[in-house]
């Protein structure tokens, strides 16, 4: 009796010591599968917030590429400017305007710009004009490819030659400058009862008269913040 007592005490211990064993591999197991879960959640969280960085980076840069080949340009300068005695034929020839540029008009209380139509541009007639602007400086937004055509609308600057022809060709598209425009005076027109103010003299010689805003400056600009497009995309 005393021996069948032993053995099942025995056996009861080793069950014991069995399921004992078996529990902490249970645990093991179970705790290293935790680890291995939350690395790979980890891992993804991080995938996701890297690739949230490159396309903000991209988007900078695409947006800083825009900046890059938008130039301003001020109408006539640096011979000219906006007035009747500026060849603006044959300075509007002699540059290439793309989308996203932008025309700056500078003049004195005498002029104005008037956009008009091919029509009138050819007339010097100012009647349904797309846009009158009466204050300087004014900024004209090249936002489309096409041509656009400006005059002066007082009295009769527009005949004296104050217009200009603007052919706007789209940023992806290489072009050449246009042959030179011949500017045909139009007939003179009855001049308009009351005194007129004479138009401004044009600038004396050796004046620096600011050319149109090169890209230069705005490539500097672009260039730091693309540095810091491909910083954000390596943080």
Not at 22 to 47: D, G, P, S
Request: hydrophobic fraction near 35%.
């Amino acid at each position: 009796m005393i021996c069948e007592a032993s053995a099942i005490i025995v056996r009861q211990l080793t069950l014991c010591h069995i399921c004992r064993h078996v529990t902490m591999t249970n645990i093991i197991q179970t705790h290293t599968f935790l680890k291995i879960t939350l690395f790979f959640q980890e891992y993804k969280i991080m995938a996701k917030v890297s690739i949230m960085r490159v396309l903000i980076g991209l988007a900078a840069m695409v947006m800083l590429l825009q900046v890059v080949v938008a130039t301003d340009y001020t109408v006539g300068s640096p011979s000219g400017g906006w007035d009747t005695t500026t060849d603006l034929g044959s300075w509007s020839s002699s540059q290439t305007f793309t989308v996203g540029d932008n025309l700056d008009f500078q003049f004195g209380p005498t002029h104005d710009v008037v956009e008009v139509t091919k029509d009138n541009y050819d007339s010097c007639g100012t009647g349904n004009a797309i846009s009158t602007t009466t204050t300087s400086p004014a900024r004209i937004a090249l936002t489309s490819a096409g041509t656009r055509y400006f005059i002066c609308g007082r009295s009769n600057h527009c005949s004296l030659g104050m217009k200009v022809q603007v052919n706007v060709v789209a940023a992806s598209t290489p072009t050449t400058p246009s042959p030179p425009q011949t500017t045909t005076p139009s007939s003179p027109t009855p001049p308009e009862a009351g005194p007129t103010s004479p138009s401004p003299p044009p600038p004396a010689t050796g004046t620096n008269v600011e050319p149109p805003s090169s890209a230069i400056s705005l490539k500097m600009t672009a260039g730091t913040m693309l540095g810091l497009g491909f910083l954000v995309m390596l943080l």
